[in-house]
């Protein structure tokens, strides 16, 4: 059965270009505020199963701040999608909201086990620890927030204050100085390598894509060969999702080699919105100078590709060019979410040219 039947490679595509904005993260979330943000876009072709009502409830709840309520209906969830990392973190926030500190630390265990690199789900484990007073155990986990976001202002502050709780003032300065470099964007925001949460429609669960396993696609590159590339975006895609973007790499550039032709044969993107896709990669693999030159590709056919200028602005800032990387922020002006985006990378262009 095909993990992903609900999911074009087109669909795939426009997932992941639509949610990976990489370098744009500017601190960890707060641990007690808000629930994960991935747990909301659910994407299905038909009427959606009962799991995505209970888990689009269980949503709405924890916006409202139900606590209780959005607990019982995360719980709900997890008795049809038991492997959703995402769904363990959020009613892990339900249980901080509701002071019930040992239970969140088992829910952010069990995320971890499908999302070890989620800054997100340690910041929420390293506050219960805090609440218990396992201070050493919260430093550990602010210290894999700054490992995961080296630019996080929330994590130095909060291992900060961790820091003064055990009476180490002079750590505890050291963490507030380093947060308040953090805010004024001197500090480098490190490799985006982690996985992008999007959770699919599998049956009558939902199942997240980051979690997939490739073997189905590697056995269709191997013997469809009609479908090629089609098999490949897929794949590419997936290894995107699960943070795995040498890899995803490696089959872009396959697809990229075919014709124009071969491309539509296979229901795949324009050659324009593959480029992009390869953009991500390089991107989370730092190497800025190849996705700027991709960037320039795409602007020659398409010059106000906003995600593509957003991609630049995004790698000009990672390599220094603040001047261009403000002007690129400058030309985005349609999409809200590539707005607030740009909004963040010329604030820290114009940080780092003081």
Request: aromatic fraction near 4%; hydrophobic fraction near 40%; glycine fraction near 4%.
């Amino acid at each position: 059965m095909n993990q992903l039947n609900q999911l074009s490679p087109s669909l795939l595509l426009a997932v992941l270009l639509s949610l990976s904005m990489p370098g744009t993260t500017d601190a960890a979330p707060e641990a007690q505020t808000s629930p994960t943000k991935q747990a909301v876009p659910v994407l299905q072709r038909k009427a959606p199963p009962q799991a995505v009502k209970d888990l689009e409830q269980a949503v709405k709840l924890s916006q409202a701040k139900k606590w209780a309520l959005a607990h019982a209906a995360y719980t709900k969830v997890l008795k049809t999608s038991p492997e959703l990392g995402v769904v363990y973190a959020d009613r892990a926030l339900c249980s901080i909201a509701l002071g019930k500190f040992q239970a969140a630390i088992d829910d952010c265990n069990r995320a971890i086990k499908f999302q070890k690199d989620s800054a997100e789900v340690y910041s929420r484990r390293a506050a219960c620890y805090t609440a218990l007073k396992k201070y050493d155990l919260a430093i550990a986990d602010y210290s894999k927030v700054i490992s995961i976001l080296p630019s996080s202002a929330d994590a130095y502050r909060n291992r900060a204050r961790v820091y003064e709780k055990k009476g180490n003032k002079s750590k505890a300065v050291q963490d507030f100085s380093m947060a308040a470099k953090a805010l004024s964007g001197k500090l480098p925001v490190g490799k985006d390598t982690g996985k992008t949460t999007v959770l699919a429609v599998q049956g009558n669960k939902i199942v997240d894509l980051s979690t997939v396993s490739t073997d189905k696609f590697d056995q269709a590159v191997a013997k469809d060969t009609e479908h090629k590339s089609a098999n490949l975006m897929q794949r590419a895609t997936v290894n995107m999702l699960r943070g795995d973007a040498a890899k995803a790499l490696e089959d872009v550039n396959v697809v990229l080699k075919g014709s124009d032709a071969d491309l539509k044969k296979d229901g795949l993107p324009p050659r324009p919105k593959i480029l992009l896709l390869r953009i991500t990669a390089y991107q989370k693999l730092a190497r800025h100078e190849d996705a700027i030159a991709d960037c320039n590709e795409v602007l020659k056919t398409a010059p106000g590709e906003e995600q593509a200028l957003i991609s630049r602005a995004i790698s000009e800032l990672a390599l220094g060019k603040n001047k261009e990387a403000i002007v690129d922020a400058d030309k985005i002006k349609t999409n809200p979410r590539l707005m607030n985006a740009a909004k963040i990378v010329k604030q820290r262009a114009e940080a780092a040219m003081k």
